[in-house]
């Protein structure tokens, strides 16, 4: 089994191939984490990026449920197979902060109805605090799902260029090199119609920055606002990531390119201003997202490629999704 790409999908996708048994490599074009995985917020988040109400209304009730419960269930079992590494692990819960009327109608409303749905939740009239949700350190993470892969099994700087398809076995290219593989998932998310061109998906921009470390707290627990467009966190060394105002610029971050924008970043130093702070801002980056035209992530075999698989396209909501979801792939084949 050949897997190719070293992001939080990679690397748990190792775990359950190894755990079932299946003799696995690991293949990324650059290191591990160097996409989206390791360029997120660190939000660990149950549900889809749109508050419940509004899953319910897409979905359908039993379907948000499950959605749901799915992403609790990837929570949980994802920092059990960490075990006691430092992840940067904390689970006191999350805030998504209304911005106006219509937002504070939807999050009351979704606080009825995941307390009906058997789900904790809080609202106050201003903020709707879902407590099971946490946060993590992304990048620790993926090199902490990374270590219990066998010796040999990840190979960072192969970037795979060609894939050919056979009903026995696939042929993977990497620009002169080739090898040949009993089957192949691709774990490479916005990238993957660069190989795959029938999986469509749209490559998103998100752009964050992170200042240096403020000696008071400034954002109590980790928050999303506007409808999920902005949110930010204050780590426990102090530092403050603020992140999002995509809303502000839609067209123009529809984009694989992973350079942040003036426009953008103009917005998130606005974003500390109102919050009162000061402190120099020590980075700045982008990471691309993929959003698929259903909202839920694309777990499956590739339709006209026999013995290729793609696990992936979280909509934005990778860690939350991505441990479960190649769980379920695994048990697929």
């Not at 190719?4 to 696995?24: A, D």
Request: with cysteine.
């Amino acid at each position: 089994m050949l897997v190719i790409g070293g992001g939080i999908t990679g690397v748990s996708l190792l775990h359950h191939l190894g755990r079932r048994g299946f003799e696995s490599v690991l293949v990324e074009r650059s290191h591990l984490a160097a996409g989206a995985s390791g360029r997120n917020a660190g939000f660990l988040l149950a549900g889809i990026a749109a508050c419940y109400v509004e899953a319910v209304r897409r979905f359908g009730r039993a379907r948000a449920q499950e959605i749901w419960q799915l992403t609790l269930e990837n929570h949980d079992t994802m920092l059990e197979a960490v075990g006691e590494q430092p992840v940067g692990h904390r689970r006191d819960g999350t805030v998504i902060l209304a911005s106006g009327v219509e937002e504070a109608l939807q999050l009351e409303e979704s606080e009825q109805l995941l307390l009906e749905d058997g789900f904790e939740a809080t609202w106050d009239g201003e903020r709707l605090t879902n407590p099971r949700d946490g946060e993590v350190d992304p990048s620790a993470l993926v090199r902490a799902l990374a270590r219990q892969a066998p010796r040999g099994a990840i190979r960072e700087g192969v970037e795979v260029t060609a894939i050919e398809a056979g009903r026995k076995e696939v042929t993977v290219r990497a620009g002169e090199a080739s090898c040949r593989a009993g089957a192949v998932v691709l774990a490479t998310n916005a990238y993957t119609p660069r190989l795959v061109p029938q999986i469509v998906v749209q490559p998103t921009r998100a752009q964050m920055l992170a200042t240096e470390p403020i000696a008071r707290r400034v954002c109590d627990l980790p928050t999303y606002s506007h409808f999920g467009y902005r949110y930010w966190r204050q780590l426990t060394g102090g530092e403050l990531l603020v992140g999002g105002w995509r809303d502000t610029a839609l067209e123009t971050e529809i984009s694989d390119d992973d350079r942040p924008t003036a426009g953008i970043q103009g917005h998130l130093d606005a974003q500390l201003t109102l919050m009162g702070v000061s402190a120099r801002v020590a980075n700045r980056w982008a990471g691309i997202m993929a959003f698929t035209d259903s909202g839920l992530p694309v777990v499956g075999p590739v339709d006209g490629m026999p013995n290729v698989y793609m696990c992936g396209c979280y909509n934005g909501h990778g860690l939350g999704f991505a441990f479960v979801s190649a769980k379920r792939l695994v048990e697929m084949l």
